[in-house]
């Protein structure tokens, strides 16, 4: 051991003339554990939450969105899709219809977003399909099959029969078996609740795309049998977005056979937005992208301003800790008075002494720093593991507060206590320094 570690390790255990000084010691000790173990456990809170929103957001939405930049929609999507898929990093490719639409139930109506998919494809570039816990997604995919079938019938139509699917259409129908020829759609929790809609119920979903008749301008709508309420964790697209399937759609649209947007899942969501890129190059002149990093920048730019603000609010403990070691420096050294002049008059440089005080200091902050990290740690891993702040679940979306401790946080939390105890060291350490034995000893 160092000569100046021994002796600072000696000072810091001995037994103290003034009592004060030990209180203030173990206070500093005590109030940077607590500053260390605040900041570890609110940073494990922030990162618990930026996962769980991420991992939510991810699980709803696309990593790289591809559309036109006329917004004109996509005619060739299907041969595209086929081809921007073995680009590589690209693991999965689905094609999409996004609509703004007015939905309603009786004198319940709500704005929403129609998003037209291919359930098959869905599946593999998003988990928003498995997020339907009323009812089943299952109707949607039989809808685009049943789709396929009539869009083909209806390119193949013979011309001999000019009056057969007038004939079709005018044979009487019951009321079930028109419920049952409704195309099924998959409503988000909370747009549900505003319609007052469930599994079974029938919504009238009308385009604001109007559609040119002899008696004018009349609004395009179809009417839709809820099949499934799907539930994201994002209040934005539960209160918001409904599914139905892609040639349903184009058919309520009259789009024909087009997507708005090509969503793809790259193998590195970090990269999405390179990637994009690579997919808008591939894909040609005409074409643009944008990964949920970039639709999103807000969302996680106001998360890392509060980890920010976190950091530093909370990290004004460790500095009113690092004042409470610098007034016990000093009061050491007032008390150490007599004994620096020994060490000085035995040969002990003016070097030594000061680094005597600021292994002291130092010694106060590595031992609370310690034990805020071994508090702060067990407590998120516990809190994190056992959910033991439970929050509302129909305000926050989730039951509990999460928690992520990362590594990565305690090693900076203790560069800045161990840094901020240091530099309350340099004054008394200056002023041990400075001590003249002749003057320390002169009435002793």
């Not at 940077?32 to 940073?43: D, E, P, Q, T, Y």
């Not at 109007?210 to 009349?218: D, K, Y």
């Not at 639709?295 to 409470?324: M, P």
């Not at 016990?328 to 000061?354: C, F, H, P, Y």
Request: proline share 4%; net charge neutral.
């Amino acid at each position: 051991m160092r000569f100046e570690l021994f002796i600072a390790a000696r000072y810091l255990r001995a037994k103290r003339r003034q009592a004060v000084i030990g209180v203030i010691t173990a206070i500093s000790i005590i109030g940077v554990a607590a500053g260390v173990a605040s900041l570890i456990i609110a940073l494990a809170i922030n990162n618990g939450f930026r996962q769980d929103m991420q991992q939510r957001l991810l699980g709803s939405t696309s990593h790289v969105n591809l559309m036109r930049i006329e917004n004109d929609g996509i005619h060739d999507w299907p041969a595209l899709q086929q081809r921007l898929e073995k680009l590589p990093h690209v693991t999965a490719a689905a094609p999409a219809i996004y609509e703004q639409v007015l939905i309603s139930r009786g004198a319940r109506a709500g704005g929403a977003i129609l998003k037209g998919i291919l359930p098959a494809d869905e599946r593999r570039v998003t988990a928003l399909l498995d997020t339907v816990h009323d009812g089943t997604a299952q109707p949607l995919a039989e809808a685009q099959e049943r789709a396929q079938r009539l869009a083909a019938q209806s390119e193949n139509q013979s011309e001999n029969q000019p009056g057969a699917q007038d004939a079709d259409s005018s044979s009487p129908q019951t009321a079930a078996d028109r419920n049952a020829a409704m195309p099924p759609i998959v409503l988000g929790k909370d747009l549900a609740q505003t319609l007052g809609a469930t599994v079974g119920s029938v919504v009238l979903v009308t385009s604001p795309q109007g559609e040119l008749t002899p008696f004018g301008m009349v609004p395009r709508y179809m009417r839709f049998k809820v099949v499934g309420i799907f539930q994201s964790g994002f209040y934005d697209y539960d209160s918001t977005w409904a599914l139905c399937a892609l040639g349903d759609s184009q058919r309520l649209f009259s789009l024909g056979n087009i997507a708005s947007v090509l969503e793809f899942k790259v193998d590195d969501i970090y990269k999405a937005s390179a990637i994009g890129r690579e997919i808008e190059a591939a894909a040609g002149k005409g074409f643009q992208t944008t990964s949920w990093m970039e639709q999103n920048r807000a969302l996680f730019r106001a998360l890392r301003l509060e980890r920010v603000v976190t950091f530093i609010t909370i990290g004004l403990i460790v500095f009113v800790a690092a004042l409470n070691i610098l007034i016990s420096l000093i009061m050491m050294v007032m008390e150490k008075t007599r004994d620096i002049a020994v060490l000085v008059s035995m040969g002990v440089r003016r070097q030594q002494v000061r680094r005597i005080f600021m292994w002291q200091g130092l010694l106060i902050g590595v031992i609370g720093t310690a034990l805020g990290l071994i508090i702060g740690y067990t407590m998120a891993i516990l809190a994190g593991h056992y959910h033991w702040i439970s929050l509302s679940a129909e305000v926050y979306a989730i039951d509990y507060v999460p928690f992520a401790p990362r590594a990565i946080d305690g090693v900076l939390v203790a560069a800045v206590s161990l840094g901020i105890s240091f530099v309350a060291t340099l004054y008394p350490s200056q002023s041990a320094a400075r001590v003249l034995p002749a003057e320390a000893l002169r009435y002793e």
